[in-house]
Protein backbone atom coordinates (compact mmCIF):
# COMPACT_ATOMS: atom_id res chain seq x y z
CA UNK A 1 0.00 0.00 0.00
CA UNK A 2 0.98 3.41 -0.61
CA UNK A 3 0.02 6.64 0.73
CA UNK A 4 0.22 9.97 -1.29
CA UNK A 5 0.12 13.32 -0.36
CA UNK A 6 0.18 16.41 -3.26
CA UNK A 7 1.44 20.15 -2.07
CA UNK A 8 2.21 22.99 -4.13
CA UNK A 9 -1.45 24.47 -4.98
CA UNK A 10 -2.35 28.11 -4.78
CA UNK A 11 -3.66 31.10 -6.12
CA UNK A 12 -1.94 32.66 -9.04
CA UNK A 13 -2.74 34.69 -12.08
CA UNK A 14 -3.29 33.67 -15.67
CA UNK A 15 0.24 32.94 -17.83
CA UNK A 16 1.56 31.91 -14.22
CA UNK A 17 3.23 28.82 -13.02
CA UNK A 18 3.08 25.97 -10.06
CA UNK A 19 4.85 22.75 -9.59
CA UNK A 20 2.80 20.67 -7.56
CA UNK A 21 4.55 17.87 -5.87
CA UNK A 22 3.11 14.37 -4.49
CA UNK A 23 5.29 12.35 -2.39
CA UNK A 24 4.74 8.79 -1.93
CA UNK A 25 5.21 6.56 0.99
CA UNK A 26 6.78 3.13 1.17
CA UNK A 27 9.79 1.57 -0.20
CA UNK A 28 8.16 0.50 -3.68
CA UNK A 29 7.17 3.61 -5.25
CA UNK A 30 9.05 2.93 -8.36
CA UNK A 31 6.77 -0.07 -9.15
CA UNK A 32 4.19 2.44 -9.86
CA UNK A 33 2.95 4.18 -13.14
CA UNK A 34 1.98 7.91 -11.73
CA UNK A 35 -0.53 9.82 -12.84
CA UNK A 36 -2.32 13.17 -12.31
CA UNK A 37 -5.89 14.09 -12.14
CA UNK A 38 -8.15 17.23 -11.66
CA UNK A 39 -11.77 17.63 -11.04
CA UNK A 40 -13.25 21.36 -10.94
CA UNK A 41 -16.82 21.98 -9.39
CA UNK A 42 -19.64 20.24 -11.11
CA UNK A 43 -17.33 18.22 -13.62
CA UNK A 44 -15.69 14.85 -13.43
CA UNK A 45 -12.11 13.86 -12.61
CA UNK A 46 -10.57 14.32 -15.26
CA UNK A 47 -6.81 13.26 -16.68
CA UNK A 48 -4.01 15.45 -17.16
CA UNK A 49 -0.52 13.62 -17.28
CA UNK A 50 1.20 10.15 -16.55
CA UNK A 51 4.80 8.82 -15.94
CA UNK A 52 5.77 5.53 -16.25
CA UNK A 53 7.78 3.61 -13.37
CA UNK A 54 10.85 4.67 -14.61
CA UNK A 55 10.10 8.26 -16.25
CA UNK A 56 10.95 7.57 -19.35
CA UNK A 57 7.67 7.50 -20.89
CA UNK A 58 5.05 10.39 -20.50
CA UNK A 59 0.93 10.96 -21.55
CA UNK A 60 -0.51 14.75 -21.30
CA UNK A 61 -4.06 15.31 -21.51
CA UNK A 62 -4.39 17.41 -25.06
CA UNK A 63 -5.38 21.25 -23.48
CA UNK A 64 -1.74 20.93 -21.44
CA UNK A 65 0.35 19.23 -23.95
CA UNK A 66 3.14 21.87 -23.84
CA UNK A 67 1.95 23.64 -20.83
CA UNK A 68 2.93 21.13 -18.02
CA UNK A 69 5.23 18.34 -17.48
CA UNK A 70 5.49 15.79 -15.70
CA UNK A 71 8.25 14.14 -13.61
CA UNK A 72 9.58 11.63 -11.31
CA UNK A 73 12.17 10.89 -9.10
CA UNK A 74 12.38 7.80 -7.34
CA UNK A 75 14.96 8.47 -5.01
CA UNK A 76 12.64 11.16 -3.39
CA UNK A 77 9.44 8.77 -3.56
CA UNK A 78 7.95 11.98 -5.47
CA UNK A 79 6.21 12.45 -8.70
CA UNK A 80 5.98 16.46 -9.90
CA UNK A 81 3.56 18.60 -12.05
CA UNK A 82 5.30 21.50 -13.50
CA UNK A 83 2.83 23.91 -15.13
CA UNK A 84 3.38 26.61 -16.72
CA UNK A 85 1.14 29.43 -18.93
CA UNK A 86 -1.86 28.76 -16.40
CA UNK A 87 -5.43 29.32 -17.66
CA UNK A 88 -8.08 30.05 -15.46
CA UNK A 89 -10.10 27.13 -16.77
CA UNK A 90 -6.85 24.98 -15.21
CA UNK A 91 -8.75 26.03 -11.71
CA UNK A 92 -9.42 22.59 -9.82
CA UNK A 93 -8.39 20.37 -7.35
CA UNK A 94 -5.23 18.53 -8.77
CA UNK A 95 -4.55 14.71 -7.85
CA UNK A 96 -1.76 12.34 -7.61
CA UNK A 97 -2.70 8.65 -8.35
CA UNK A 98 -0.78 5.60 -8.16
CA UNK A 99 -1.05 2.71 -10.68
CA UNK A 100 0.36 -0.91 -10.63
CA UNK A 101 -0.86 -1.86 -13.87
CA UNK A 102 0.23 -1.70 -17.55
CA UNK A 103 1.42 1.35 -18.93
CA UNK A 104 -0.88 1.45 -21.82
CA UNK A 105 -2.38 4.61 -22.92
CA UNK A 106 -6.10 3.24 -22.93
CA UNK A 107 -5.54 2.81 -19.40
CA UNK A 108 -3.89 4.83 -17.57
CA UNK A 109 -5.75 8.31 -18.88
CA UNK A 110 -8.52 6.46 -16.48
CA UNK A 111 -9.14 7.08 -12.92
CA UNK A 112 -10.96 4.07 -12.48
CA UNK A 113 -7.51 2.05 -13.22
CA UNK A 114 -5.74 4.13 -10.13
CA UNK A 115 -5.59 1.99 -7.34
CA UNK A 116 -4.12 4.51 -4.46
CA UNK A 117 -5.26 8.58 -4.18
CA UNK A 118 -3.78 11.92 -2.75
CA UNK A 119 -5.98 14.05 -0.98
CA UNK A 120 -5.91 16.69 -3.68
CA UNK A 121 -4.68 20.21 -3.57
CA UNK A 122 -6.52 23.49 -4.96
CA UNK A 123 -5.24 25.37 -7.73
CA UNK A 124 -6.91 28.74 -8.95
CA UNK A 125 -5.80 30.63 -11.69
CA UNK A 126 -7.57 34.60 -11.90
CA UNK A 127 -7.87 36.10 -14.97
Known amino acids: QVQLVESGGGLVQAGGSLRLSCAAS????????MGWFRQAPGKEREFVAA????????YYEDSVKGRFSISRDNNKNTVYVQMNSLKPEDTAVYYC????????????????????WGQGTQVTVSA
Open 26 to 33: GRTFSTYI
Open 97 to 116: AADRGLWVAIRVTQPDEYEY
Open 51 to 58: ISRGGYST
